[in-house]
């Protein structure tokens, strides 16, 4: 497709059981970013990967957190042992360093809600 | 650390009003971001400034880069409520072949009719 692709776009899970969230980026976009949004909040960033570099995992809350990219594409965000608290929405953006000067698109999100 | 704070947090407004939020940081910038994030959708691009002093114009909205390009403003005139949604500054963060963007907290503006 044309743009970031998130699935699912909606996950009801219950407490204490594992999530993993898809991230399909724009084809060639070698940075990947996963950032974390509350109701009415700014974007929380959780990881950043940029193609062969180690990625920067600096924003990811816990140890239950944990994300991976295959081949430079794909990204899974893996939530184990979910709490209420990480109820929220989930954004996966991808960009290209052209000139200097990147732009982040953003895919619609996965809501998650535990319950 | 938060590296680029945006003010104010939450405006509303009534139509027809103008406005302006901030986007401030301590830090040079070689480029800064402006994104409009609408409900249940993701943040989208409005304008990239590269240049100190910079003015860049959207229809009603007036984009600037300080001289000094560790700030931005975006001034709206004449706000809408299709103006509604989060405001998002963004620049940045450079070291070795990464090229990191990092967002502030936004600014959450609601426009009545």
């Known amino acids: 497709g044309a743009g970031v692709s998130q699935s699912p776009s909606n996950k009801v899970t219950e407490k204490g059981k594992d999530v993993e969230l898809r991230c399909d980026p724009i084809s060639g976009h070698t940075a990947l970013y996963w950032y974390r949004q509350s109701l009415g909040q700014g974007l929380e960033f959780l990881i950043y990967f940029q193609g062969n570099s180690a990625p920067d995992k600096s924003g990811l809350p816990s140890d239950r957190f944990s994300a991976e990219r295959t081949g430079g594409s794909v990204s899974t965000l893996t939530i184990q042992r979910t709490q209420q608290e990480d109820s929220a929405v989930y954004l996966c953006?991808?960009?290209?360093?052209?000139?200097?000067?990147?732009?982040?698109?953003f895919g619609q999100g996965t809501r998650l809600t535990v319950v | 650390t938060q590296l680029l704070e945006q003010s104010p947090q939450f405006l509303s407004i009534q139509e027809g009003e103008n406005l302006t939020v901030y986007c401030n940081s301590s830090?040079?910038?070689?480029?800064l971001q402006w994104y409009r994030q609408e409900p249940g959708e993701g943040p989208v691009l409005l304008v990239t400034?590269?240049?100190?002093?910079e003015v860049k114009k959207l229809k009603r909205l007036t984009f600037q880069f300080g001289d000094a390009r560790k700030d931005s403003s975006l001034h709206i005139t004449a706000a809408q409520p299709g103006d509604t949604g989060l405001y998002l500054c963004?620049?940045?963060?450079?070291?070795?072949?990464?090229?990191?963007?990092?967002f502030g907290k936004g600014t959450l503006l609601t426009v009545n009719p």
């Open positions: 953006a991808s960009s290209l360093v052209i000139g200097g000067v990147t732009e982040a698109f």
């Open positions: 963004a620049g940045p963060f450079i070291w070795g072949s990464n090229y990191k963007l990092t």
């Open positions: 400034v590269v240049t100190g002093g």
């Open positions: 830090s040079v910038f070689s480029s």
